[in-house]
């Protein structure tokens, strides 16, 4: 059990990465409401082992914490698409029905779309990468890969990326 | 494409992880290399797009709400604590404690409120325009430009030696007040240094953060309150917080 005043350091080491949290889990999950649920177990897991953070990057120390949790969450929840690789192309893009085409005129439900059809861990390196500005140390860190795979896998996600976001254009145009 | 240099290398660059020789390399090589000047162009452009969307999430009012209320019931169980041994001065133990715990909770809370004001501050001094008002890689240029714009004169050093380049300054507001904010550069990527005058809130405050995917770090030194605002990495932030303030 902590003491309080380890509750304080926790409260302004590792609280204040809240947000971060919270951006990561929705964007591996593809899920708000399961991200805050996984987010929130996640924080007390990480506030009952704060003994053993050695400071250092409190940010990473509580994403490590975090991403391990949603993997937890999605074999459990999801099984198969906890277990595509990289490069694989099992996850399928749900398919579009009329309305949210309707609405993926709207340039962000369209990145939304796009990034959300990426394989888990391609979408996590670049939402660590984009969306968090995390080093590649940072990332090697907290996805824990060797500082090599963190570039060639982004290289691989922006292409992905970019070939949804081609692919989704092609969508709209056809329906209008 | 047959480079395979615009499928690796370019990404690197890009991101601002190369080092000082490879990163001139590769200059040299894109010069010559149509590829990977498209391959540049579309990695930008896909980086303003992500930028622009907006696609950071931040974390619900309940959930922080809950928090706060769950590590509260992770304390140790009072019943444990041998109070009744001496209530008087276990009472008012527990009170100064609590006291002090709230005070300091009070300061960090409201240091996360102003940096999340810096933080947005940041952001609006990105769009097109809004970096600086005096735009000058020259300390004895930019010092003189806030004579008589503010009721303080902010500490203005430039570091390119150590690579935190001065790019310049302006004018911001945060806490209800104005305040100076100059400009570094650190490879690609921009800080935001805010400074004002504050009386001394606790001896060696210091406290940290990220709000939407932007670190900050704040502490407070020769009666005045420090700021810095930058989406690179908290330990370069405390690196050019060292050369500020050795």
Redesign the interface.
């Known amino acids: 059990?902590?003491?309080?005043?380890e509750?304080?350091r926790?409260?302004?080491l590792v609280?204040?990465?809240?947000?971060?949290?919270?951006?990561l889990g929705?964007?591996l999950l593809r899920n708000?409401a399961d991200?805050?649920d996984v987010?929130?177990e996640a924080?007390?897991r990480a506030?009952?082992f704060f003994g053993n953070f050695r400071g250092g990057?409190a940010?990473a120390w509580l994403l490590q914490i975090l991403r391990n949790s949603c993997y937890s969450w999605l074999e459990k929840n999801r099984p198969l698409e906890a277990m595509t690789e990289f490069d694989e192309e099992t996850h399928q893009r749900p398919a579009p029905d009329p309305e949210s085409l309707a609405v993926e005129s709207d340039?962000?439900e369209r990145?939304?779309r796009a990034?959300e059809a990426l394989p888990v861990r391609s979408r996590e390196v670049l939402v660590l990468?984009?969306?968090?500005?995390?080093?590649?140390?940072?990332i090697s860190e907290i996805a824990g890969i060797p500082m090599g795979t963190v570039?060639?896998t982004?290289?691989r996600a922006?292409?992905r990326?970019?070939r949804e976001l081609r692919g989704a254009a092609k969508e709209v145009s056809r329906e209008l | 494409m047959s480079c395979e240099l615009s499928r690796t290398t370019v990404h690197g660059y890009i991101d601002g992880e190369l080092d000082a020789v490879r990163a001139a390399e590769f200059e040299r090589h894109a010069e010559g290399c149509a590829e990977c000047r498209v391959s540049l162009e579309q990695l930008e452009s896909l980086h303003r797009r992500i930028e622009r969307s907006q696609l950071y999430e931040t974390a619900s009012m309940g959930l922080r709400q809950q928090l706060r209320r769950d590590l509260r019931g992770q304390e140790p169980d009072p019943s444990t604590r041998r109070w009744y041994v001496m209530p008087v001065l276990a009472a008012a133990i527990i009170t100064g404690v609590f006291w002090l715990a709230v005070s300091l909770v009070g300061t960090h809370t409201h240091a996360a409120q102003i940096a999340a004001e810096l933080v947005d501050a940041h952001i609006r001094s990105l769009q097109p325009g809004h970096l600086t008002d005096v735009e000058s890689t020259d300390q004895h240029t930019v010092k003189p430009w806030f004579d008589g714009k503010l009721d303080f004169i902010p500490p203005v050093g430039d570091y390119s030696g150590e690579g935190f380049p001065l790019v310049g300054g302006r004018l911001d507001a945060a806490d209800g007040r104005t305040v100076a904010a100059l400009v570094y550069g650190r490879r690609k990527h921009l800080i935001s240094l805010f400074a004002w005058p504050e009386k001394a809130v606790s001896t060696g405050f210091s406290s940290s953060g990220s709000s939407r995917g932007y670190q900050w770090l704040m502490w407070h030194s020769d009666d005045m309150r420090f700021c810095l605002v930058s989406d690179i990495s908290a330990s370069e932030l405390e690196q050019l917080r060292e050369l500020i303030h050795p």
């Open positions: 059990m902590l003491q309080p005043d509750r304080l926790f409260e302004q609280l204040p990465h809240l947000d971060a949290a919270v951006n929705r964007w708000r991200a805050e987010v929130q924080m007390l506030y009952r990057d940010r340039e962000r990145l939304t990034l990468r984009e969306l968090e500005g995390c080093s590649y140390k940072e570039m060639s982004l290289s922006r292409e990326l970019e």
